[in-house]
T-cell receptor, first 111, second 112 residues
Framework: DSGVTQTPKHLITATGQRVTLRCSPRSGDLSVYWYQQSLDQGLQFLIQYYNGEERAKGNILERFSAQQFPDLHSELNLSSLELGDSALYFC??????????FGQGTRLTVV | EDQVTQSPEALRLQEGESSSLNCSYTVSGLRGLFWYRQDPGKGPEFLFTLYSAGEEKEKERLKATLTKKESFLHITAPKPEDSATYLCAVQALGNAGNMLTFGGGTRLMVKP
């Protein structure tokens, strides 16, 4: 158990819909990273928050957004969903040495 | 742009047959190189961090090594439970977010 909690584990939704994925980092970690893993793209960095503020952005679509709340949990919002958004979405938090610890992921299926 | 390439994409071994996985990287300045294990449908599990060329780390049947251009994950006398996808990732210096750039992974299958 990495200590990073993600919910829900599975999500099935229709094209055009909006979903919210939730992540709680390890106790004491201030950073939250979101990654997307699809079969053809591998693990891709989406966005990072540190203590409530956006720190870095990767290959995140404009239809996607995230935020980190005062209790340090984070939410990733995906809207106007397309079939190609079907993937595993992982959240990670990092130790002071920079080692990332990942949650078990949310499997999103868009039908 | 940081790049990580892993080879082979897939590797089949007999139980007890030692081998190595390769991770070649291009990064402006290396802050750290990370190895992860990932089981199907699960999150990556942290294995090792290497920070400088010449460094080695060991854990049970796994040993990771680092040069200026690549890293190797050596698997000694593997067992079926070592079957998984092994991911390599780099973290670049001067990278505000300390995010990881991953390779495509090596899928290891160990047959009894």
């Amino acid at each position: 158990d990495s200590g990073v909690t993600q919910t829900p584990k599975h999500l099935i939704t229709a094209t055009g819909q909006r979903v919210t994925l939730r992540c709680s980092p390890r106790s004491g970690d201030l950073s939250v990273y979101w990654y997307q893993q699809s079969l053809d793209q591998g693990l891709q960095f989406l966005i990072q928050y540190y203590n409530g503020e956006e720190r870095a952005k990767g290959n995140i679509l404009e239809r996607f957004s995230a935020q980190q709340f005062p209790d340090l949990h984070s939410e990733l919002n995906l809207s106007s969903l397309e079939l190609g958004d079907s993937a595993l979405y992982f959240c990670a938090s990092t130790s002071v040495r920079g080692e990332a610890f990942f949650g078990q992921g949310t499997r999103l299926t868009v039908v | 742009e940081d790049q990580v390439t892993q080879s082979p994409e897939a590797l089949r071994l007999q139980e007890g047959e030692s081998s190595s996985l390769n991770c070649s990287y291009t990064v402006s300045g290396l802050r750290g190189l990370f190895w992860y294990r990932q089981d199907p449908g699960k999150g990556p599990e942290f294995l090792f961090t290497l920070y400088s060329a010449g460094e080695e780390k060991e854990k049970e049947r796994l040993k990771a090594t680092l040069t200026k251009k690549e890293s190797f994950l050596h698997i000694t006398a593997p067992k079926p439970e070592d079957s998984a996808t092994y991911l390599c990732a780099v973290q670049a210096l001067g990278n505000a977010g300390n995010m990881l750039t991953f390779g495509g992974g090596t899928r290891l299958m160990v047959k009894p």
